[in-house]
């Protein structure tokens, strides 16, 4: 495979940081060993990308092609529509500059990787090579019964995102990439049902992100606990992540265990005051908002808690699962999703998403079974490091990939 010639186009690469910029650079640099690896990213990443490589004394075998739209364009990227009209002509345009190289270059797979969602338009279908799809998502969504807790701009949200949905079986883009993409890597099961279901035999899960080896060899799970049983969450506050249902069941929680305890939110977001309010309607002054914090304080936080809790709505493979179960804290989350990819069901309280009472009920419930029980928690913790392992490395998900780059090529 390493004589093959592969065009990964990455928007988002940039090394040293999480979520899509992390996936750009982390998959560039893995498939680089396995065939000849060109990157198509932007411009504004070369500063970070080459003074990353000059301070650590990293070489690479990466040829980075960098591109951006004119300077004047960049108006566009303020706000968030502004930044998906601003992405939207970087991957046309973008495609069209490699479609110039690769008449003296000759690509043999192009392979379009962030950001990774069906529901945002991108061209990498125009290159004339074989051509892998993803992994993308965009078929995840909040069930509807739970926007009852929404502000009126986080439902219309929702059912924007429900509607846009329904429109891509008549989005001539989004048809021409799942036609012409020679094999699709979908996150979640709910974005291989947006794929119309004469492309399933060409897709097949796979998350975007592996289990972060620097994190497998930590010792910071060894830290002493807080001096109360400690629950954690990580994410941003936003009604999908860290939002009402969250506090729902914390309170909820409280009046079943009826001791001392704290429950620590890091993060940041518009939903804040709305969360601040509940928690004073309500009296859980067990609960603090520590905003954003730095990594390493990240790490410590979760490694000194005693069980990790999530009602995210929509992720793929977020990071800060992987790192909870890295750290080996036991998980409680919804069982939907990217969760529900990472935490095995030996391996965490996964609650399927019923009515929004039920549903914060039996959360409420789960976390009370892993308080109570702390041989249950390390059990627990156990089975999911060795799911993520196993399963869910980055060797693996590179494996898979290269596995697919010979199958197109045949």
Not at 330 to 354: E, T
Not at 389 to 400: C, E, G, H, P, R
């Amino acid at each position: 495979m390493t004589n093959r010639k592969v065009l990964l186009v990455a928007y988002s690469c940039e090394p040293g940081f999480s979520s899509e910029k992390e996936v750009g650079w982390k998959w560039s640099q893995l498939l680089s060993s396995h065939c000849d690896l060109y990157v198509l990213t932007r411009s504004n990443n070369k500063e970070v990308i080459e003074s990353y490589l000059y301070e650590n004394g990293i070489s690479t075998n990466v040829r980075f092609i960098y591109y951006d739209l004119p300077y004047w364009a960049k108006f566009w990227k303020k706000g968030e529509r502004g930044l998906y009209l601003y992405y939207a002509l970087w991957q046309f345009f973008g495609i069209l500059k490699c479609r110039a190289l690769h008449k003296s270059i000759g690509f043999d797979i192009t392979h379009y990787l962030t950001f990774g969602s069906l529901l945002l338009p991108q061209f990498a279908f125009l290159m004339p090579t074989k051509y892998v799809l993803g992994p993308v998502g965009g078929g995840e969504n909040v069930p509807l019964p739970y926007l009852k807790d929404f502000s009126i701009k986080g439902k219309a949200q929702i059912y924007f995102r429900y509607a846009y949905q329904k429109l891509q079986k008549i989005n001539p883009i989004f048809i021409a990439n799942c036609h012409f993409a020679d094999s699709i890597l979908a996150r979640t099961p709910e974005s291989r049902n947006l794929i119309p279901s004469c492309y399933h035999s060409k897709t097949e899960l796979c998350l975007e992100t592996g289990t972060p080896e620097e994190l497998l060899s930590r010792s910071d799970n060894r830290l002493s606990k807080f001096d109360v049983l400690t629950i954690v969450t990580v994410g941003r506050l936003i009604p999908t992540k860290v939002n009402i249902l969250t506090l729902r069941a914390i309170r909820r929680f409280k009046q079943l265990y009826g001791r001392p305890f704290k429950f620590i939110i890091v993060g940041e977001g518009p939903e804040r005051n709305l969360l601040e309010s509940y928690c004073s309607k309500y009296d859980l002054d067990e609960v603090e908002f520590l905003g954003w914090q730095k990594r390493e304080k990240v790490f410590e936080l979760v490694s000194k808690s005693d069980i990790y809790f999530s009602t995210t709505f929509k992720e793929g493979g977020t990071w800060a699962f992987f790192e909870a179960v890295a750290l080996e804290i036991p998980i409680v989350c919804l069982k939907l999703c990217g969760p529900d990819i990472i935490v095995p069901d030996d391996g965490g309280v996964k609650i399927p998403p019923q009515e929004v009472d039920i549903t914060a009920q039996l959360l409420a419930e789960g976390l009370l079974d892993l308080a109570y029980d702390p041989s249950k928690r390390k059990a627990l913790s156990a089975n999911a490091l060795s799911h993520i392992k196993n399963t869910l490395s980055w060797n693996s998900i590179v494996d898979k990939t290269i596995i697919k780059y010979e199958e197109v090529m045949k």
